[in-house]
């Protein structure tokens, strides 16, 4: 068999979603037209009939549809028409207050709990723009880099105070020092000498 590239893959993806978004819309009217006393396999009768009269030809992707249909995409639209099939409305949830339907707070609702993931353009325009939290946490890190570096050349200078004061109090000394004081203040002579 000759091998598939992508951009065949892409060509039949692009078929495919074509047509099942079709019979999903189809599917969708068929339920809105379903009466009382119909099952499920009627309703997929009165789709395909609707396909084929919308478009002139038989959908033949039921296979895809099966598949396809729990995928998120079509999983919202599918959640909204079963909450449309009630047909009384719920008194005391103040929707009809705001002019709004109870089916569409659940399609709402619905949208909320199901949404859905950026595209692939999306998703490269959000990575290319910076995000309001990287600029904050590139500023949190430049202010920590600078205090860190205010710290250490505290630290640098109170090394040298203490240094100083280590010696002034050797040098002060009015009896003989011992060898180890001896040694201590020739190092830090030493030291004083060579970093200035």
């Known amino acids: 068999m000759q ?16 047509q099942v978004c079709k019979f999903v819309g189809c ?15 009627d309703v997929m009768k ?15 992707l039921e296979h ?3 598949e396809l249909r729990h995928d998120q995409k079509w999983c919202a639209a599918s959640c909204t028409t079963e909450n449309d099939k009630s047909k009384r409305r719920k008194v005391g949830d103040g929707a009809e207050a705001f002019g709004q339907s109870s089916s569409s707070q659940a399609a709402s609702h619905g949208d909320e709990a199901m949404a859905r993931p950026p595209g692939v353009k999306a998703a490269k325009a959000k ?14 890190l430049s202010t920590f880099q600078t205090m860190w570096e205010i710290k250490k050349q505290d630290h ?16 002060g000394k009015t009896e003989p020092l011992s060898e180890i004081e001896m040694a201590l203040k020739t190092k830090l002579i030493t030291d004083m000498l060579s970093k200035a």
């Open 3 to 18: 091998k598939r590239e992508a951009g065949h893959c892409k060509q039949r993806w692009r078929k495919i979603n074509d």
């Open 27 to 41: 599917l969708a009217a068929a339920t809105r037209q379903k009466s009382s006393g119909q099952n499920e396999n």
């Open 46 to 60: 009165l789709a395909y009939q609707i396909y084929s009269s919308d478009y002139k030809v038989k959908f033949t």
């Open 64 to 66: 895809c549809w099966r």
């Open 127 to 140: 990575a290319k723009r910076p995000v309001k939290g990287d600029v904050e946490e590139s500023k949190a």
């Open 156 to 171: 640098e200078l109170n090394d040298k105070l203490s240094d100083k004061r280590m010696l002034e109090n050797l040098l």
